[in-house]
């Protein structure tokens, strides 16, 4: 087994015009809830992050419940369960399950007072082990994302992600019942992800091509109504 180990110190300055993280952050209780489609209007999942507070702490719960199959014989499943601690915009702790493909991804990140400590497994199977800079942001889109940010936390395995981030303009997306007005960004990595956040910088939607398939969320309501 390869087995990695790094120290990142990386600045993530945001700016107004840069990131929906400027946003006030969510309220204990908030929750923000997706349908999701492939390849138009078939729906195949969902995608839920819910927020509390434990003290200091702002805790983002994340669960994601992807199905596709022909009748009753599922042909693609994906699973990720995932919880986030926040203080004061750092990361203290991840805790993440991913079901992909057949295989169980974990992954374990702690603060140690200086450090954000992660271990996770690669999509090789290979052991990940690394020493982050709390200021990382991590890969479950909520907060939103500096236009220049250079790499991510992914969640599902542990590893560092080279990013590029570009803001597009505002846009009108379905959701909400309706629709809503966004800023569009585009988020460019192993995948390229168009994400979308409200007027509150609420994380409000996504699309982007996977397997030769397209895939959109919708937001169900807006969680600053909840």
């Known amino acids: 087994m390869l087995r990695i180990a790094a120290i990142l110190f990386a600045a993530l300055t945001l700016t107004p015009a840069a990131s ?3 946003a006030p952050l969510p309220r204990d209780g908030e929750r923000i809830a997706f349908d999701v489609f492939r390849q ?3 729906r ?3 995608h839920e992050v819910e927020f509390r507070r434990d003290g200091a ?3 983002a719960e994340v669960s994601i419940r992807l199905r596709a199959g022909l009748g009753p014989v599922t042909v693609f499943r994906y699973e990720h369960d995932s919880v986030e601690r926040w203080r004061d915009g750092a990361l203290m702790g991840l805790s993440g399950r991913t079901l992909k493909d057949g295989e169980v ?3 374990q990140a702690r603060f140690d007072g200086m450090v954000i400590d992660v271990d996770g497994k690669d999509p090789e199977l290979n052991t990940v082990d690394l020493m982050l800079d709390p200021a990382i942001l991590t890969s479950s889109h909520w907060r939103g994302y500096p236009t ?4 991510l936390l ?3 395995h542990g590893t560092l992600m080279d990013t590029e981030v570009t803001y597009l303009g505002k846009k009108e997306i379905e959701g909400d019942g ?3 007005l966004v800023d569009h960004y585009r988020l460019a990595s192993s995948l390229t992800v168009d994400l979308y956040y409200d007027q509150n910088g609420r994380w409000a939607g996504c699309e982007f091509e996977a397997r030769g398939q397209s895939v959109r969320y919708v937001r169900r309501e807006n969680p600053a109504d909840i």
């Open 40 to 42: 138009g209007d078939t």
């Open 148 to 151: 220049d940010m250079a790499q």
């Open 105 to 107: 991804f974990e992954v």
């Open 57 to 59: 702490d702002l805790i």
């Open 44 to 46: 195949f999942g969902i």
């Open 154 to 156: 992914n969640t599902e």
């Open 178 to 180: 309706g629709t809503i």
């Open 20 to 22: 929906a993280d400027i």
